[in-house]
């Protein structure tokens, strides 16, 4: 939902993000720390507001790491079932 | 955005066979391509080297979490932020660390082999920058290189 709303493009505020949202200020606050300590999320200062905006590159990170280890896997397990099936 | 890896392989090979090759550190490490240094032992971190041409510098050490015979051996490893020689470093202190688990069931033809990695969740931002597809190198395709040379010259 926070990300939905991410997704736009534009960077918000914490003010924009809570309009139309059942969540405090304070509960949006902590989601988005969360979601900018994993990289999901940067933010830049303007003025006396920081605006956050979704970052697609650490999704295409994630799916690419978890991409990388999974073909490895692949390659390791090949190799597992030539080794006992001999 | 999954946090996990999940692999299914069925081995035309008895359970106790694959449970040896899964938990005889020496067998385990002929086909992971590793050279560990002593026996797996629940509660304790086994060590090693690659031997996975191109990676020999690269430390190997998990912490054997479960070995229930024949059905569950499961440990812990931590995720260098580089495999590239130039980056490598063996600290591992302070790394994300994922759970590798390995379930063993019997079936008609054998073996069905279930791996699953989990808790890539914890992983920060940018200890996954190297591994992008955006990279020069493709490390995919080096793998796959690698893999095709040490296959046609065991």
Request: proline content about 4%; hydrophobic content about 35%.
């Amino acid at each position: 939902m926070l990300i939905a709303k991410l997704c736009g493009g534009r960077a918000s505020s914490i003010s924009q993000l809570t309009v139309g949202s059942r969540l405090t200020r304070q509960a949006i606050t902590k989601h988005l720390r969360v979601l900018e300590s994993a990289g999901l999320v940067r933010s830049v200062r303007a003025g006396r507001e920081s605006l956050f905006r979704f970052d697609p590159e650490a999704i295409r990170e994630t799916r690419d790491y978890l991409q990388f280890i999974s073909e490895q896997w692949d390659e390791a397990l090949a190799r597992l079932k030539a080794f006992v099936e001999d | 955005m999954s946090d996990r890896i999940e692999k299914r392989i069925e081995l035309k090979a008895p359970v106790s066979r694959v449970w040896r090759a899964l938990t005889d550190y020496r067998e385990f490490g002929e086909w992971f391509l590793v050279k560990l240094e002593g026996p797996f032992v629940p509660g304790q971190i086994t060590r090693g080297r690659i031997t996975y041409p191109g990676y020999e510098h690269v430390k190997w050490e998990a912490l054997v979490e479960k070995m229930e015979p024949e059905r569950l051996f499961s440990f812990t490893w931590a995720h260098p932020k580089s495999l590239d020689k130039a980056h490598y470093s063996e600290d591992y202190s302070g790394l994300p660390t994922t759970l590798v688990e390995f379930r063993l069931e019997k079936t008609a033809g054998g073996t069905l082999l279930r791996l699953t990695e989990s808790g890539f969740d914890k992983f920060p931002a940018d200890q996954r920058e190297e591994f992008s597809r955006r990279n020069d190198g493709g490390w995919t395709e080096q793998m796959k290189n690698i893999e095709r040379y040490v296959t046609k010259n065991p």
